[in-house]
């Protein structure tokens, strides 16, 4: 069966499972999972599996694989990822909350910034953040102060949360050292100093557009704050009038959220320093890089943030009942979006093993359009079909670099930017990032939609007008 044909039919019972049957999205995507999976036959799992770069044995032992077998390992992969990011994130976020750490954190914000600014220091900080960390991170450790903020402000909740999924998905696949970006630069022989400044010049750009459909989608829907497992609306109300002498400490209560992202940050520099340094490394250099490499480990940085997190949750409460309690409803919470993030993963893998990729490539190569729209159209095609942005980038770089031997009219870094913007489209249900922000945010799947996807369809074609527009007037030949 044709793989365009596959994915249609996954789509479909996906879409009819939650939307006309309420069935729950853990049951809804492993049963659109299973079905393509049962569609695919063993030819174009071993296709994509050579496609891969896996050897054929490898491959000819996957394409033989079970359903059941490859539903639970592309269950596991996805679990894998981001199971302890999850669970520590959770608990960190439980903690602050609680703690009263994340009012501390919000009334400095809106202290510094002012309340009508908070909204683009949230914009920007996300961008920031996101540069060299993973915008799942950035997501986790920002939703708390986003929370605790749109108590304060319930009409403007949606907009906070837009604004930091606005900043953090952007600066994910335009600017390096995040994996996407990263690629691109190096298949194509990018400068990295260049990629960094032509993807900030274009986040910004993007940003800027999607800050301005978060303004006007909040004002045309509203997205109500609304009770999560781990913390409810009538918890944080009693937090934001807790009085100033009652809350921790600010460099307490910021160092849970700072210390993973210095970690983190500290070790993508290291190993970009490495990767460019030609002088032989010293032993206190190397302990330094050691260090980074070991708590830079995303894991690793937010198991350390969690003990901080839960040391300042036990300063405040000091009752053993009350802690294990918070505990509890914090994992709690976590288990729930890994199985749901786990299990649109599980269908994002599903579809991949179709050979989607290779069919878009080849259609690819007979449809002939100027490049940069190309470029941008098929990893969109790629994205949606299969869920992840890397993979979209990786596999539109696949098939660009045999169509550009020839030479470009403009640098190739407008190439590399109109398929990072290319990749923000269509972010839905098989995308276990879609998942975490649907469970964490409290907002139903068609909320999510409004105001995730489509924020992403914006922002990726303002990315696209901008690179056409810039190539033409700033060629850099």
Not at 76 to 101: D, E, P, Q, V
Not at 345 to 368: D, H, K, S
């Amino acid at each position: 069966m044709d793989p365009i044909l596959i994915i249609l039919i996954g789509t479909v019972v996906v879409l009819f499972c939650i939307i006309v049957l309420k069935l729950h999205a853990v049951i809804s995507l492993l049963f659109a999972a299973l079905v393509t999976g049962l569609l695919t036959d063993p030819e174009l799992i071993y296709g994509f599996a050579i496609h891969s770069g896996i050897s054929e044995q490898e491959a000819q032992t996957m394409s033989n694989l079970g359903i059941g077998k490859r539903l639970a390992t592309a269950f596991g992969n996805t679990s894998g990822k981001i199971g302890i990011l999850i669970a520590f994130a959770s608990i960190i976020g439980t903690s602050l909350m609680k703690s009263g750490g994340a009012e501390r954190i919000v009334r400095s914000l809106l202290n510094l910034f002012g309340k009508k600014n908070s909204s683009l220091a949230l914009l920007s900080g996300s961008f920031t953040l996101a540069i060299p960390v993973f915008f799942d991170t950035v997501f986790y450790l920002m939703i708390p102060i986003v929370k605790s903020i749109g108590v304060k402000n319930p009409k403007k909740f949606g907009l906070y949360l837009m604004a930091i999924i606005a900043g953090g998905v952007m600066a994910h696949s335009l600017v390096p050292p995040t994996p996407g970006p990263l690629f691109v630069a190096e298949e194509m022989g990018i400068d990295l100093g260049t990629m960094i400044i032509a993807g900030l010049i274009i986040g910004i750009i993007t940003i800027s557009a999607g800050y301005g459909y978060s303004i006007w989608a909040t004002k045309k829907w509203k997205v109500p704050m609304r009770d999560t497992p781990d913390i409810s609306i009538e918890d944080l109300k009693k937090f934001s009038e807790q009085k100033k002498k009652d809350l921790p400490g600010l460099m307490i209560s910021l160092l849970p959220i700072l210390l993973p992202i210095i970690l983190i940050t500290g070790n993508t520099i290291s190993k970009m320093i490495v990767r460019g340094s030609n002088a032989t490394i010293g032993s206190f250099q190397e302990t330094i890089i050691n260090v980074f490499s070991t708590g830079g480990d995303a894991n690793i940085a937010l198991a350390i943030s969690s003990v901080i997190a839960l040391f300042l949750l036990w300063s405040r409460l000091k009752d053993v009942a009350t802690f294990k309690k918070f505990i509890f409803e914090s994992l709690t919470s976590a288990g729930i979006i890994i199985l749901i993030t786990a299990s649109g993963g599980a269908f994002g893998q599903m579809m991949q093993q179709t050979g989607i990729g290779i069919r878009i490539e080849a259609l690819a190569a007979n449809y002939q359009m100027a490049l940069l729209p190309m470029a941008f159209f098929i990893t969109a095609a790629v994205r949606t079909a299969q869920g992840s942005a890397t993979v979209a980038m990786v596999t539109a770089i696949g098939i660009m670099s045999g169509l550009t031997s020839a030479g470009l009219q403009f640098h190739p870094v407008y190439l590399a930017m109109a398929i990072g913007c290319g990749s923000k489209i269509f972010a839905w249900m098989n995308d276990s990032g879609y998942w975490i922000i649907n469970k964490m945010s409290g907002m139903t799947e068609k909320e999510t939609i409004r105001h995730f996807s489509i924020l992403l369809l914006v922002m990726g074609f303002a990315g696209l007008i901008a690179v056409m527009i810039l190539s033409k007037l700033v060629p850099l030949t």
